[in-house]
């Protein structure tokens, strides 16, 4: 495998992950470890929030702040002792994916929560006047994380399409016009935390795998998120819980260094969709899933990655859970990544050793 | 011709009981509706159920329909509960943000009466009732099937079933809302079309009240809606929101029931319309279409509305209510 230490892959894509491998990596191979983004949040926290938002004289501003800051170093560091090559804070600060950004967008207002099933509710925003930009949304954030964290840090942001969709839209009446400007907006966020050194953008599109059809809409979106950029920024679509075919071959066209898919939960089913040669992408695998709160044990995990090498070749192969990880209990979520973690270094060993042979895989196919 | 303003139901819960009900049953699967619950949840849906009454009530509606607040599963409610259907994976309830338990049906479905207790309770409230439930076809696109084995018998399963559910609703119902978005989000083959017809027929001829059958999120196929005239339905129901020109398209080319609906109100918006708005709707619905009279025009919103937060819903009421209120002003002078 030839590597260029400058941050370009085997393949000579300059949004590659070489760059990512960790100093004292202890194998040839390296299949890059990261997560999606969400983590449980430690009980303490909710508890401080609660308290908070009841009452701001009982906790303060600046304790809140505080204790937001341990939770991000502590959620960054247990993502460094799991093993991982890419790590973020969890989304400590973040408490819903779309609610988090439309309070931070100008033009949104909340009307108030909407059902999303049974007694599970949600604070859908509303669009109510054209979408701006007043000040940055993760900067704080990525400085932070990056500031406490060894390792290299992933900015996961919720995708205009799915900030467009999962909103009432009051103003815009057309299907992309909103999601076009809101992708304008992430372009002028994600400058941001690429001037503040942010190298590896997850833009993540849930809303996608409802509607497929849409699909050139989101391609015309992160057209948009990445115009004026450098090359050497690593950007990854997360698309989960949906019939990725619908969305196969025109996400080849996507200016993405890496699709991110959740295909654990489906026992890989699906995976024959990625076999085709066109697609050039990096593959985000995912090898945990993050609904159920059974750990996988490391050889079912060293099974799954290895169903991921019957599609693309190792350098091609990043392995992360199936979805963000908040609604497990935290034990189960540390053990599931500590696992996946141990599983990809047991299979670039196999790899190093000749014991799994790449190309054989491939030939076999899914 | 008669201007009724109404809704298809299954409304957001009122701010306090969705607070109670989590306090009491928690958010998870096995705090949902199973048919058999504890008098503390049963009292706070009563509430629900007295509060909804009185919004409608309140915001000038000429139907008043039970609310659906113990509909935790939506448009797959009444197999949710019922004795042998046991609750399935969390599921997407159509191309929305909302999932549901999908229902498998594990035994034969006899009518258990569980629509028809709500509509009891809603009927000592008001004096203009209108029931909701699900159209058999959407209702058996919703299900998972372990008892009839094929496409036919679950339809004709079903069909019965709902039959049997409507055959038992108190007199004071006036009309009934057969909910059939399935029959354009994912219609029948061809060759079912008649079952399809025959099952929505089984539905009406349970009940001596007018029976609409609405579709929404588009238009029907103009083969399956040929179908459905066929049918001895009072109304058919056209999601003017999301596809007027297609709806008005069918009525032009093939006419209609004697009666419509017209979703004229979006129910997956929170912005409110003017009640000049769903006038405008209305006449132009009825200037496009080679119709000189219809016996009722139920003015509705396309949708269910427990997409909408509280207060969006009970404003769109009250839209919907007025622009009606315009209509007959227009229509007498």
Redesign the interface.
Known sequence: MSIDRDGRDGNGKPGGRERFRPVDHPNDHFLLTTVVGSYPKPGWLTDVRERHEADGDAVTDDEWTEAVDDASRLITGEHERAGLDVVCDGEMRREEMVEFFARRIGGYEFKGPVKVWGHNYFDKPSVVSEVSYDEPWLREEYEFTADVAERPVKVPITGPYTLATWSFDEVYDDDGALAYALADLINEEVSGLVAAGARYIQIDEPALATTPEDHAIVGECLERIVAGLPDDVRLCLHVCYGDYSQICPEIDDYPIDEFDVELANGDYEQLDVFADADFEHDLGLGVVDAHTPTVEPVAEIEANIRQGLTVVPPEQLTVSPDCGLKILPREVAYAKLENMARAARNVEADLDSGEIDPDALRAEGP | MEHVATTAGLF??P?AQ?ER??NL?????G??IDGDESADVAAAYDAARERLVATQREAGLDRVVEGHARW?DMLAHPLCVHENVRAGD?V??Y???????EPVITGPLTEDGDLAADLSAAARLTDRLQAVVPGPYSLTDLARDEQYGSFAALLNGIADFLAGEVAAFPDAVETVFVLEPSLVTSPPADDAHERVRDALDAVNDAIDADVVVHTYWGALGEKLHAHLLDTDVAALGYDLVSAHEECVYLVQEYGTADSVALGVVDG????VEAPETVADRLSWFRESVPVSDFETVYAAPNTEL???????FEDKLGALAAGVETVRAEVSE
């Open positions: 957001p819960l701010d969705r009900l989590v049953t928690g958010r998870g699967t705090g949902l935790d969390v997407r309830y191309d929305n943000n909302n999932f549901y338990r997956q918006n929170t912005r427990f997409y909408l937060p509280v207060r969006a």
